[in-house]
């Protein structure tokens, strides 16, 4: 099968095809524009991204300049989830101390525009690796070079200091870790099912026995994988890190654990590769265990109770995949790509059960 030429752009991002975009109103969104003094281009087309599996993201031209908009899903939203005025908030400010976050110019919590809140947002040019995708990672030294720099980048974003950008009273941090066991559980029992209940609950049983230490807080991203990053195309050294909508205060251990839990390596359960976050299973790249004591020799990190935050990030992610697969059951998206997320999810939840046992790292 051919694919279509229009899905495609010189910058080397995917665009979605026309039937399969959800659609905006062009004639209102222009007439917001022009409100801000960004007038939409008449020549330029509305595209959408490709890539993304909640929020969603279009292309646009205005005010002579490319942009994104930046939309949450349509239908019911959990609580706290896809929340522009959260995200707008961080890249409105974080840029001046953390060059790789984009900067959000306007947030429109008018729903009468686009049907949603939205953000628009600096356009940065470069490649986005999907999944597992390993067509630009044939060269194991590049593949363990980007894998660093992954950590890297984690480094760098947790010692930033909040004050600096006016975000040291952003989220909660008093009681993070507790509070985010609390949260995924209470999602959990919303949308487990009989298979996923008995398995949530065993987990948040050990996660709950476990002694919780209290960090200084840090700025987190909360969901940093590769698909999340833009790269150069010459050399995949970072140009962007995208997508802050979860993005917060708390312990650091959460948010290298959320960038593991997506972490595949050769030996892993099929479901990690079933998965296909990323293609870190490919020659080259660092262990989830190297992941770890690369952190810790960056930050001064202490990591013994990392085995807490990898359960509850593996928790979290399992939790994330019933959501998305709920979307396709109540039909808010004929993607058939969430038509199988609940087995997913069902694969992570006994993953996790392993490693909270000791059988997997």
Known sequence: MVADPSAFDISGHTFRAGDDTVPIDRERLGAWLAGVGLPLDPEKPIRQFASGLANINYLIHAGGQPLVLRRPPSGGLPPGAHDMAREHRVLSRLGDAFPLAPRSLHLCQDQTVVGVPFQLIEYREGVVIKGDDCTRLTDPDACRRLGLTMVETLARLHAVDPASVGLDDFGKPEGFTRRQIAGWKGRAERIADLATKALTNEIVAWLDCLPVRERPPVLLHSDLKLDNMILDAANLAPVAVVDWDQSTRGDPLFDLATTLSYWTEPGDPEVMHT????????????????????????????ISDMPTYRVLAMLKLAVVFLQLHQLFVRGVTRDQRYAGFGDLARGLLEMTREIMRGRVS
Do not use: I, K
Not at 280 to 297: I, K, L, M
């Open 275 to 302: 998965m296909a976050q990323m293609p870190t299973a490919a020659p080259g790249f660092p262990s989830r265990a190297e992941v770890v004591a690369e952190y810790a020799r960056l930050t001064g990190t202490d």
